[in-house]
C-alpha cells in the first residue's frame, strides 16, 4: 500500500486512514504533502510496543484526527485538531428495525450482547438474572457452545438466564427483549463506544450502561435510561424494576430511546464526514 500510493499521490489529495492499522497509507500521504486524516475507534492496542508504533506514525503523518466519541478523543494529548463523528448503524438494520418498534412495551426481558468476558459483566449478569428470577434474561456472547460451557462449568444458574453462542442475527433478541444493557466494568474495561446499545435503541429499547466511556454518552439517566456503575448491584436491580413496573416511565424512556437513536443514521455520518473532507 506505501509504495502504490508512493507513485500515485499528489499534494491536493486527502488521505482517510480508517483505524491506527493501515499506518503505510498515512506515511506515503505524510511525504507526499497530502492532508492525512486518522479515525480512531479504539486506542487501547495490545501488545504496547504495537501501539507505540502505531501512534507515532499517526503522529508523523497525520494533520487531523477524527474520534468515534468524546470519551476517546480526551483519552489522547495528541497537539492534533480533533473532531467527533460517532459511528451510524446500516441502514438495513435501521429499516428492519422500524418493522418492530412499539412491540416492546409489553416485553419485560433484559437483553446483554457481548464477549465472554468477566470484565464485560457476564457475572453481574447472571447476579441480576438471580435477583430477579420473575423477568427473563437473555445473554448473547461472542463464543461457542463449548466455550460457554466451560466458562460456566460448576455453576448453577438462574432458570430465568438463557445463554446464547454467536449470533449472525441478532434482531430476534432486541425483538424480544424489554431493554438493553451494557455492564462492562470501567476499572478494566471501558467502552469507546456501545454499537449494542445503539442497535437497542433503536428498537425504542431503554438502555443501562456504565457510567464513563463513549457507551455512557448515548444514554442520559432519566431520559432514555440509566448511567449505573456494573459493581452497584442494588441500584441495577432497582433500575430494571423501575422501568418494568412504572408503565408510564417506561412508554417515555422508550421513546427518547429511539429519538436518540436516530442522531446515528448513516446519513447524518455521511453529512458530517462530507463536511470535514471538504474543508480546505
Given at each position: 500500500m506505501f509504495f502504490s500510493l508512493l507513485f500515485f499521490l499528489q499534494k491536493n489529495d486527502v488521505?482517510?486512514?480508517?483505524?491506527?492499522?493501515?499506518?503505510?497509507?498515512?506515511?506515503?500521504?505524510?511525504?507526499?504533502?497530502?492532508?492525512?486524516?486518522?479515525?480512531?475507534?479504539?486506542?487501547?492496542i495490545r501488545p504496547l510496543l504495537l501501539k507505540k508504533i502505531l501512534f507515532a506514525f499517526v503522529r508523523f503523518s497525520a494533520t487531523e484526527l477524527v474520534y468515534v466519541s468524546k470519551f476517546l478523543a480526551q483519552q489522547d494529548n495528541l497537539p492534533l485538531p480533533k473532531t467527533v463523528i460517532y459511528n451510524a448503524l446500516d441502514q438495513e438494520f435501521i429499516s428492519q428495525a422500524s418493522h418492530f418498534r412499539g412491540h416492546n412495551t409489553q416485553q419485560k426481558s433484559v437483553l446483554m450482547i457481548c464477549s465472554l468476558k468477566r470484565y464485560k459483566g457476564v457475572d453481574t449478569f447472571v447476579q441480576l438474572a438471580r435477583m430477579h428470577p420473575q423477568y427473563p434474561f437473555s445473554l448473547v456472547v461472542n463464543a461457542t457452545q463449548e466455550d460457554i460451557a466451560a466458562y460456566f462449568k460448576g455453576q448453577k444458574l438462574p432458570e430465568s438466564l438463557s445463554l446464547y453462542p454467536t449470533q449472525t442475527n441478532t434482531h430476534p433478541f432486541y425483538q424480544q427483549?424489554?431493554?438493553?444493557?451494557?455492564?462492562?466494568?470501567?476499572?478494566?474495561?471501558?467502552?469507546?463506544?456501545?454499537?449494542?446499545?445503539?442497535?437497542?435503541?433503536?428498537?425504542?429499547?431503554?438502555?443501562?450502561?456504565?457510567?464513563?466511556?463513549?457507551?455512557?454518552?448515548?444514554?442520559?439517566?432519566?431520559?432514555?435510561?440509566?448511567?449505573?456503575?456494573?459493581?452497584?448491584?442494588?441500584?441495577?436491580?432497582?433500575?430494571?424494576?423501575?422501568?418494568?413496573?412504572?408503565?408510564s416511565m417506561y412508554a417515555d424512556f422508550s421513546e427518547k430511546a429511539l429519538l436518540k437513536s436516530q442522531n446515528f443514521t448513516p446519513d447524518l455520518f455521511s453529512i458530517q464526514l462530507r463536511k470535514l473532507l471538504s474543508k480546505n
Open positions: 488521505v482517510y486512514v480508517n483505524t491506527v492499522l493501515p499506518f503505510g497509507a498515512a506515511f506515503a500521504g505524510k511525504i507526499r504533502g497530502c492532508r492525512v486524516i486518522y479515525h480512531l475507534h479504539e486506542t487501547s427483549a424489554g431493554l438493553i444493557v451494557n455492564l462492562s466494568d470501567p476499572e478494566v474495561w471501558v467502552e469507546t463506544f456501545g454499537l449494542t446499545i445503539l442497535e437497542g435503541m433503536t428498537y425504542g429499547l431503554p438502555a443501562i450502561v456504565p457510567p464513563v466511556g463513549g457507551v455512557a454518552e448515548l444514554v442520559t439517566t432519566n431520559e432514555n435510561g440509566f448511567r449505573i456503575h456494573p459493581n452497584d448491584l442494588q441500584s441495577l436491580s432497582i433500575a430494571i424494576q423501575s422501568l418494568f413496573t412504572t408503565s
